[in-house]
């Protein structure tokens, strides 16, 4: 849908986008699967109705709602037990792997497409804000996760294996995070809403995900201007490349904090 459609029946279509947005809060956080499923259940048939003049509305909320319901199939909380450290891995593939697929070979297109560079090279503010990524986490995340309490919601780590576990899953999950919330859940909202609503939209879906891996207490206040500003990166960029850049970078500060929390003195490079 582009944004010259009227307001309307932009309106209508927020119905069922909504819906299926909001089940991530049964779906994640607070694990009401049965919940969240009715609500993903209703979504699609009112978009299904409202696609009637096949502008692809109920297309893109299928895929959408196809991958969220592979992520709850299992707990994403945070787990580097060898059995579970494999199961996230393969299941959080599976959730990009599917609509991307479906998308392609099943519906025909191209909506979901994995550009790794867009603009390049990058601009002088874009390596700045790289910086700031950097230092805010410095700055902020000790004192959220060790203020908090949240960092008991990751496992302790002591054993170097361990630490290794701990430091490819949190680049894991935060590489995935890009490319199913960002590069697919945002993208595919996008081409029915203006940036701003698929943002909001994609955002729901983003925090509700990052409060049961553990951003808890009041981490909102950090994911959800996160996950808003990666959708609009990623709107502004067309590059995979910058924007998992920011996550990792900021996720690296992430791993460091967990490791300092649980092995007090290990790490003394944080005010905190």
Do not use: C
């Not at 209508?12 to 909504?18: G, H, K, R, S």
């Not at 787990?79 to 599917?98: E, P, S, T």
């Not at 502004?236 to 092995?263: E, M, Q």
Request: no cysteine; hydrophobic share 60%; net charge positive.
């Amino acid at each position: 849908m582009s944004d010259g459609v009227t307001s309307a029946r932009l309106s209508w279509a927020l119905v069922p986008a909504v819906l299926l947005s909001g089940s991530a809060l049964f779906l994640f956080p607070l694990r009401m699967q049965l919940v969240g499923y009715a609500i993903v259940a209703l979504a699609l048939p009112i978009a299904w109705y409202l696609d009637r003049r096949g502008n692809g509305l109920f297309r893109d909320l299928l895929l959408v709602a196809v991958g969220m319901v592979i992520v709850s199939t299992i707990s994403v909380r945070a787990d580097i037990r060898w059995a579970n450290f494999f199961l996230i891995g393969v299941v959080l593939a599976a959730a990009v792997a599917a609509p991307y697929l479906l998308s392609r070979f099943v519906f025909k297109d191209q909506v979901i497409r994995f550009k790794w560079r867009g603009a390049w090279p990058w601009s002088k503010p874009q390596w700045a804000y790289l910086v700031v990524v950097l230092m805010l986490g410095w700055l902020i995340l000790p004192y959220y996760f060790i203020s908090s309490g949240v960092y008991l919601n990751w496992p302790a780590v002591t054993a170097p294996d361990e630490i290794g576990r701990l430091f490819v899953g949190v680049n894991y999950v935060g590489a995935w995070d890009e490319l199913f919330f960002v590069v697919s859940v945002f993208v595919l909202f996008r081409r029915q809403f203006p940036v701003w609503q698929a943002n909001i939209l994609q955002a729901v879906v983003f925090v509700s995900f990052l409060w049961e891996l553990g951003y808890q207490a009041w981490g909102p206040v950090l994911t959800v201007p996160f996950a808003l500003i990666q959708g609009w990166l990623y709107s502004a960029t067309k590059s995979i490349a910058y924007v998992l850049t920011v996550h990792l970078l900021f996720d690296a500060v992430v791993f460091l904090v967990i490791v300092h929390a649980r092995n007090p003195g290990a790490l003394p490079i944080f005010l905190l």
